[in-house]
């Protein structure tokens, strides 16, 4: 799970110009999470080999009249509670209000690490006088403050650097409560079926199940044990179109989810049977296949289909298969939570996938596979020179990650990778799994 990082403060501070800094003109930006934001408040990048989560908040007020005003305030300290060091931002020049005071005291009882970072000096010769504005803030009582300039990024490297040093040296996690067990999120769109699915497959009623769409607001994990193999379900909440993240509390929950498939080892991405493969699903599996969890797709509610016949299901997984495509690797089992039907194929074929998902191939093994590949269908050519792969090995498991070293790589075909992963599935079965390729190229000698 990538640290959060976020930033607080009174409205017209920068926030959102700090975000963008951080997250968007970073030579070593990762990415910014595509379609999960609204007014872009969430992101990740890395900075220094560390990768970060950065959250921009609502801007904390006391304007009795906006009818938001409770909702921004409780979204605020959700924000605090999520994050591992906190920006607080204000304004130069402009001595603390009283937002401002109340801020500092909810960062003061949080105990988390606090940098005061002080916007909008945009003069360079005054960038680094530590008491010029200082004296404005002091009464607030942080010893981490820096000036910035975001409009002009000024200090923010030196931001980042101060909040990279205050991350805390060990996050706690359940995988240090229980290194053992396989780690199993449950994603999906709100009231696909997951906590009806958590359920089915505990057989009893630990999770809360409602039809309201969203019960779920933070994952929920639940450890449990069968036929001498630790399981821990991690229950998400459902991640929503981006036109429906209506605030904070709804994008908090879709980090939520996408931490859990970030510590997953398996990821059930579930399908509401009745409604078929929607847009949200298509987000939902892209973020599981970059994630590179171990996927099963399950196809709940197949008791609602009607007039099922024997092909309805091969029909069916045609269609799942067409729509997410970045999936295609992935078993779909058709269950129903409610009438429990079908529910027992799911722990062995979860048992089965943990254990292709730790596949480890000797080099002499994928070298023939390598060798009758290129028999069948070679390379190809590029500006009159004939490429070629020289080798293929396994370099990492859980997932699989393979080297591929070749003598061209900037043109080397990216369908030529999934030939060969085509490959390595059909000899080895390796349904569910996801692998990744390393194209490396190989130096002449001398």
């Known amino acids: 799970m990538n640290p959060v990082i976020a930033i607080v403060g009174r409205p017209n501070v920068g926030k959102s110009s700090l975000f963008n800094r951080l997250i968007g003109r970073r030579k070593a930006l990762v990415h910014e999470i595509a379609g999960l934001t609204r007014d872009r408040l969430y992101g990740e990048t890395i900075w220094n080999n560390q990768p970060l989560t950065i959250i921009d908040t609502g801007g904390y007020h006391y304007d009795e009249t906006d009818q938001f005003l409770k909702e921004i305030k409780s979204q605020v300290h959700m924000a605090i509670d999520s994050a591992d060091v906190i920006v607080f931002l204000v304004e130069s020049r402009i001595p603390a209000t009283p937002e401002e005071r109340a801020i500092a005291k909810i960062l003061h009882k949080s105990k988390k690490p606090v940098i005061l970072a002080i916007n909008k000096v945009d003069n360079p010769v005054l960038i680094n006088d530590e008491t010029i504005y200082y ?244 390379v190809g050519h590029i500006k009159g020179r004939i490429m070629r792969v020289h080798s293929l090995e396994q370099i990492d498991s859980s997932p699989p990650v393979f080297r591929v070293l070749a003598n061209e790589v900037e043109e080397f075909p990216k369908n030529y990778l999934r030939y060969l992963e085509n490959r390595i599935r059909e000899k080895y079965e390796l349904d569910g799994v996801p692998m990744k390729f390393i194209l490396t190229l190989k130096r002449k000698k001398g």
């Open 135 to 378: 004296d404005n803030y002091a009464c607030l009582g942080f010893r981490e403050f820096l000036n910035i300039s975001c409009s002009h990024g000024l200090n923010i490297n030196t931001l980042l650097d101060k909040a990279c040093q205050l991350l805390p040296k060990k996050r706690k996690s359940v995988e240090q409560k229980d290194t053992d067990s396989v780690k199993v999120a449950v994603i999906g769109k709100p009231n696909a079926g997951k906590s009806s699915l958590v359920n089915a497959i505990l057989k009893e009623e630990r999770v809360i199940v409602s039809p309201v769409a969203g019960t779920t607001r933070d994952s929920i994990d639940t450890f449990f044990e069968q036929d001498g193999q630790k399981f821990t379900l991690i229950d998400t909440a459902g991640i929503k179109k981006a036109k429906e993240e209506k605030n904070i509390a709804e994008l908090l929950s879709i980090l939520s989810a996408i931490r859990s498939m970030e510590r997953a080892d398996i990821a059930l991405v579930v399908i509401d049977g009745e409604n078929g493969v929607t847009s949200q699903d298509q987000r939902i599996a892209d973020m599981a296949e970059q994630r590179k969890c171990a996927c099963i797709i399950i196809l709940n509610k197949w008791d609602t289909i009607v007039g099922k016949t024997t092909d309805t299901f091969d029909e069916y997984a045609k269609y799942i298969r067409t729509k997410l495509r970045f999936l295609h690797y992935a078993p779909i089992l058709p269950i129903s939570a409610k009438t429990k039907d079908r529910i027992n194929t799911i722990i062995p074929e979860i048992v089965g996938l943990t254990a292709r998902y730790k596949t480890k191939i000797e080099k002499k093994d994928l070298q023939e596979i390598l060798f009758d590949a290129q028999s069948r269908f070679p």
